[in-house]
């Protein structure tokens, strides 16, 4: 990446509404008072005009929400101005929230009303009762996946609690009707007990196709998501452990093809080992990385140590060959790749300075990445966030949507390891030789071919791995 200019945030948009008496002010000098505080102006709307006065709306964008106090103080001492209002855009896209559910056929009059309802429905339900695999042909069973939280781990914002949780799951669901044309429905629990959890998982589960959980922390997510996988049969994935370890593993196949290392050869450094930090660890261990290091709050985990968390007893067998011990300065000197996948902030730029040669950080922490791109930008041979503002998203909105589209279109009763692979690699060849670049590891979550790539990979493993309960059409002979 070299001292390429690092394509900073998008920012933070808002639209501020002004009316301005045209016999004392114009336009020019309130677009002064905005970009005097850092603001862009992206957009101006007429709202209303008279001889007398004229109100706008004019957007702004800002890389931080401070700038806009500045100018909406600034604003407001401006004479023959008054700012009416100011709407945030972002907040102005979740009033009423992002999803809505819809009816596939209008009930117009009372012959309808008798199909979709009562009494003919019941000859519906009799024939679901007599055969259960009909629920997946006669009911939304087929296309739908529940994304289910009980807001414990809400993206790097940690316990937030159900309420807290619904615009991350609404979103989920969101980008899985858009780009998988799954049908999603946000599940919020009020509980963060493991057995209750999976207890009620277990029985709404008969309407569902999927079950995707999200966003619970570890190490409940752990025995929840392997109960609830042994005793469902449909597939039961929890997004942050598996969808972010199959992208992780596909960025990070085209990195190290830029940087000419081999993951038989690098030294990694692993911080946070939560639910994404395990998964995303033994995606690269089974991927063949000889020397993997997890660093969590106190320290580098060693098998000289004993952990309260057994899943840190189970991932110390597995790692730190050297026994290296310490903190995250200690164990990073000499490491070849930074994965981060605990809080925002923790790495630090003196940090970097003792990586390999041409390391790779993949600062994957939301929404605040492990460190800022722009301070670390300069030093590393590729970089990497979970943000969509930002270069080389590793996100697993690269993996969800398709790997539930492949799932469900064959039926399967699993996601296996050989799918999530499949997927991996599908996502990674979407970059050919010639395309990749430092800036470009990873294909853009809007590249059309994704989806469907990782769906057919999926498909191909599953009827391989015989976990497919149909055979899609295009698989028929
Ligand atoms: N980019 C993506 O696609 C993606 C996907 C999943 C998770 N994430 C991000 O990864 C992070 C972890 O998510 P999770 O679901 O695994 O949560 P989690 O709660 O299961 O794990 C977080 C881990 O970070 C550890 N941690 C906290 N402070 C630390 C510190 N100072 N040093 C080292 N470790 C520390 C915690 O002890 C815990 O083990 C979040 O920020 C989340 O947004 C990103
Ligand atoms: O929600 C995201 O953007 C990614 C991930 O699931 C996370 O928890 O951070
Ligand atoms: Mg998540």
Not at 176 to 184: H, I, P, R, S, T
Request: with cysteine; net charge negative.
């Amino acid at each position: 990446m070299g001292n390429k200019p690092f394509n900073a945030g998008s920012g933070k948009s808002f639209t501020l509404r002004v009316e301005m008496l045209n016999e004392e002010t114009n336009f020019v000098v309130i677009a002064s008072a905005i970009c005097e505080h850092g603001g862009d102006v992206v957009a101006i709307d007429m709202i209303q005009t008279n001889v007398e006065k004229t109100i706008r709306d004019i957007t702004v964008t800002v890389q931080d929400t401070v700038q806009i106090d500045r100018i909406s103080t600034s604003i407001k001492a401006l004479a023959g101005v008054q700012l009416l209002h100011i709407s945030d855009r972002t907040f102005l896209m979740h009033l009423g929230g992002k999803i809505e559910m819809k009816a596939k056929h209008p009930v117009q009059n009372r012959d309808d009303l008798s199909r979709v309802y009562t009494p003919d429905v019941a000859r519906v339900c009799m024939a679901i009762h007599d055969d259960p695999r009909k629920a997946f042909t006669l009911t939304m069973k087929r296309n739908t996946v529940a994304v289910v939280s009980d807001g414990t781990a809400v993206l790097g914002l940690g316990d937030i609690g159900p309420y807290g949780a619904m615009p991350v799951m609404e979103g989920k669901a969101m980008l899985f009707k858009q780009f998988g044309d799954v049908d999603a429905v946000p599940i919020c629990l009020d509980t963060q007990d493991t057995e209750q959890i999976i207890q009620i998982v277990k029985s709404i589960a008969p309407g569902f196709g999927g079950i995707n959980l999200e966003d619970i922390s570890s190490p409940r997510c752990f025995e929840i998501e392997a109960r609830l996988k042994e005793e469902l049969d449909i597939p039961v994935f929890h997004d942050d452990q598996h969808g972010t370890a199959v992208v992780l593993y596909a960025g990070l196949i085209n990195a190290l093809k830029l940087v000419k290392k081999r993951i038989e050869d690098v030294k990694i450094v692993v911080n946070g080992i939560g639910a994404a930090g395990v998964a995303c660890s033994n995606i690269l261990l089974k991927a063949g990385c000889k020397n993997l290091i997890g660093v969590d709050i106190d320290g580098a985990i060693v098998r000289t140590n004993t952990y309260e968390q057994d899943s840190w007893n189970q991932f110390a067998q597995r790692t730190n060959p050297n026994l290296e011990s310490g903190s995250l300065a200690d164990v990073i000197k000499g490491a070849d790749v930074f994965i981060g996948l605990s809080r925002g902030g923790l790495l630090k730029r003196e940090h970097v300075l003792t990586m390999a040669e041409r390391p790779i950080v993949f600062a994957m922490a939301n929404p605040n990445p492990e460190i800022a791109p722009e301070e670390a930008v300069d030093i590393v041979a590729v970089l990497a966030t979970g943000r969509s503002d930002y270069p080389n998203q590793i996100n697993n909105l690269l993996c969800f949507p398709g790997i539930f589209r492949g799932a469900l279109d064959c039926r399967a009763s699993t996601i296996n390891e050989e799918m999530k692979l499949a997927a991996a690699e599908a996502i990674a060849a979407t970059i050919t030789d010639k395309e990749r670049n430092s800036s470009y590891i990873i294909p853009s979550v809007f590249n059309p071919t994704v989806v469907e790539n990782v769906r057919k990979r999926v498909i191909e493993a599953a009827l391989e791995t015989k976990v497919a309960r149909r055979v899609p059409r295009e698989y028929r002979d």
